[in-house]
């Protein structure tokens, strides 16, 4: 579980690929990963979507799926 007040960011992961031509994502992962989440000590992927774990944050739902 990863606490609400330790994340920076979240990011879409499709557009996160698509604008980053420089940065080479292995492709069969990818496609599992909807969203990254920035937190101020790591990076982790997670198959919920931004706008989803958006909503969560915002009702109080503070329990995320990481892959």
């Excluded at 579980?1 to 990011?11: F, G």
């Excluded at 982790?44 to 774990?53: A, F, K, R």
């Amino acid at each position: 579980m990863i606490r609400l007040s330790d994340v920076v960011a979240i990011v879409d992961a499709v557009g996160a690929v698509k604008s980053s031509s420089s940065i080479p994502f292995p492709t069969s992962s990818v496609e599992e990963v909807k969203s990254f989440i920035i937190t101020t000590k790591h990076i982790y992927t997670s198959p919920i979507s931004s706008n989803t774990l958006l909503k969560r944050s915002q009702s109080g739902l503070k329990v995320v799926s990481m892959l």
